[in-house]
């Protein structure tokens, strides 16, 4: 009866002792995880700025590409304006 009881405590014993050390370990992979968390979380936030930085860049190259767009036309619109009538359209003044 005794070495039962004995065996069962020894038993108790180093199943608790394994619990112990797996415990240990899964903080230690929970603390990782929460570091990898963190510097990742970072990065996200270096990444959304950036994002809207190049956004921001984006919109004013467009507006630019549809400024010069808009200005190449006034200008073929001009030069055939030219080519039909010889005189530059608002000057009044005949060609020379």
């Not at 959304?48 to 808009?70: D, G």
Request: glycine fraction near 8%.
């Amino acid at each position: 009866m005794m070495r039962g009881f004995i065996g069962g405590a020894v038993v108790a014993l180093i199943a608790m002792v394994a619990f112990f050390m797996a415990t240990g370990e899964m903080q230690q992979t929970i603390s990782d995880k929460d570091s990898q968390i963190g510097a990742l979380s970072k990065q996200v936030a270096q990444l959304v700025a950036e994002n809207e930085r190049l956004k921001s860049a984006l919109a004013k190259v467009e507006a630019e590409q549809e400024r010069m767009a808009r200005q190449n036309e006034e200008m073929r619109r001009t030069l055939a304006t030219i080519k039909a009538t010889g005189k530059v359209p608002g000057s009044g003044l005949p060609p020379k």
